[in-house]
C-alpha cells in the first residue's frame, strides 16, 4: 500500500472563521481532530455539495478558482480544502507524517460536518480518488457519488500494468538540490516536474509557475508537502471495493504517467457501478482543455 500512495504522491467540530472574497469564494476554517483543516466553497449552500479531493503535495489551489466557479454555475455548491501539511491547513515537521490515509479520509468528512452536508459527491484527482474510495466504503451515508481522477484501486491491481515513468522518479531523485527556501529554485524545479507528468496536450508552463508560486507563497511550511510520501495505513479497507454501490464516474487520460490509463480498467471491474470518460493524450493533470469535458460529467453524473 504505501508502494500505490508513492504513485499518488508523484502528485470535537466547530467552524471558527467565515469570509467571502470578490468573486464570491467563501473561505471557511475547520476544527476537526484536533486540527485546522483550510476550506473555500463556492456558489449556494443549498444546491448538491461537491467536496473536490486534490492529490498529493497540492493543496487545494490545484483545483483552479475558474474551473470551480463553472463548476458552480451548473448548480452545484463547491468545496475545496487542504489537505493536512499543505496550503493553510494544520502542517507537520518534514520528515514523516503522524497520521495515515484514513485520517484524511475523516477529514474529508468533518468538513461535511463543519458545513452541515449530510451528503456530499466526492471527487478526488490522484490520492484524493483513493480517499475517496475509503470513504464511500468507511461512510457510505455521507457519498453520494464518486468521481474518481487520474487515479487507481484501492487494493490490489493488475501486476502487469506499467508503473510510473523513471524520467519522474528520476526528477524527483534530484529534490535535495533544490534550495526550498528560494522561490525561483522550488518554481524552476516543481514546473519541470509538471511538465513531466503531463500527456500530449500542449503543457501550459505559464499556468503551472502561477500555480507553484501561489503555493509557495501560501503555504505555512511548502516542504511539509512532501510528508505525503510517507503515507500509511487503510489496511481495513484494502481490496473491498466490491462494497462500493455508489455510482462512479472514471475519469482518465491516456497518457497518465503516474497512474497507467489501464487502472481505469481495473477500477470498472471492482466497482459495480461506473462509467468512464477516456481524455485522449492527457497526463496525470487537470488540463486546461479538459475543464468543459470534466465539467460536463460531473453534471451528467451527479444529476442522473
Not at 491547513?89 to 479520509?105: F, K
Not at 464518486?146 to 510510473?164: A, F, H, N, R, V
Not at 468543459?292 to 453534471?299: A, Q, S
Request: hydrophobic content about 35%.
Amino acid at each position: 500500500m504505501k508502494k500505490t500512495l508513492i504513485l499518488a504522491f508523484i502528485i470535537g467540530l466547530s467552524t471558527i472563521s467565515c469570509k467571502q472574497n470578490k468573486t464570491g469564494m467563501k473561505e471557511k476554517i475547520i476544527k476537526a481532530n484536533n486540527i485546522e483543516l483550510s476550506t473555500e466553497s463556492f456558489g449556494n449552500e443549498n444546491n448538491p455539495a461537491i467536496l473536490l479531493i486534490a492529490g498529493a503535495t497540492v493543496s487545494m489551489l490545484y483545483w483552479d478558482t475558474e474551473f470551480c466557479e463553472q463548476l458552480s454555475e451548473k448548480g452545484f455548491f463547491v468545496i475545496r480544502y487542504d489537505n493536512r501539511d499543505v496550503g493553510q491547513s494544520t502542517n507537520y515537521e518534514p520528515g514523516s507524517a503522524p497520521y495515515d490515509i484514513v485520517d484524511l479520509t475523516n477529514d474529508a468528512i468533518a468538513i461535511l460536518d463543519g458545513y452541515d452536508i449530510d451528503k456530499a459527491n466526492f471527487v478526488g484527482i490522484s490520492l484524493g480518488g483513493l480517499i475517496s474510495q475509503i470513504a464511500a466504503i468507511k461512510f457510505p451515508n455521507r457519498v453520494k457519488t464518486l468521481t474518481l481522477i487520474s487515479s487507481g484501486p484501492w487494493g490490489d491491481s493488475d501486476p502487469t500494468i506499467p508503473e510510473m515513468d523513471t524520467r519522474i522518479i528520476e526528477h524527483h531523485g534530484n529534490a535535495e538540490s533544490v534550495d526550498w527556501t528560494n522561490e525561483d529554485s522550488v518554481v524552476n524545479y516543481m514546473v519541470k516536474g509538471f511538465a513531466l507528468m503531463s500527456g500530449k496536450k500542449s503543457f501550459d508552463k505559464q499556468r503551472s509557475e502561477k500555480l507553484v508560486r501561489a503555493e509557495f507563497n501560501r503555504a505555512k511550511n511548502y516542504i511539509s508537502m512532501f510528508n505525503h510520501a510517507t503515507l500509511e495505513g487503510g489496511e481495513e479497507y484494502w481490496n473491498r471495493l466490491n462494497e462500493v454501490y455508489q455510482p462512479t464516474l472514471i475519469i482518465h487520460g491516456t497518457d497518465d504517467k503516474i497512474w497507467h490509463y489501464k487502472n481505469a480498467g481495473v477500477l470498472i471491474e471492482k466497482i459495480k457501478n461506473t462509467e468512464l470518460i477516456t481524455l485522449e493524450g492527457t497526463g496525470h493533470e487537470l488540463h486546461f482543455e479538459d475543464w468543459t469535458t470534466i465539467i460536463d460529467g460531473l453534471e451528467k453524473h451527479i444529476n442522473d
